[in-house]
């Protein structure tokens, strides 16, 4: 019985996994595409504003879902770190 049960928890945790990685896959298409827009009307890759706009919004959603703040915001920075990197690449050339 504990063994269907630990089984049933990892289908579900690989389903979750499964999504995270789609979602990410998606929200990375539309930070390239952004990337594209900005190297083509000369914009900076990173704002600032933005991203701390994005930090708050994202630390209240993880308060309000019973999440750690503090790690919903490393991910979103660890995510918003290399969007910028790939913007950089696009800028660069």
Do not use: C, W
Not at 8 to 23: E, G, K, P
Not at 54 to 70: H, S, W
């Amino acid at each position: 019985m504990a063994d269907e049960r630990l089984e049933d928890y990892r289908r579900s945790i690989d389903n979750i996994d499964a999504a995270l990685v789609h979602m990410l896959a998606e929200r990375f298409k539309i930070t390239q595409a952004v990337g594209r827009y900005k190297a083509t009307h000369g914009l900076p890759p990173a704002d600032p504003a933005r991203e701390a706009e994005q930090i708050d919004r994202l630390r209240a959603l993880a308060d309000a879902a019973r999440l750690d703040p503090d790690f919903s915001e490393k991910f979103l920075r660890f995510v918003i770190d290399e969007v910028i990197r790939h913007h950089e690449r696009v800028r660069d050339g």
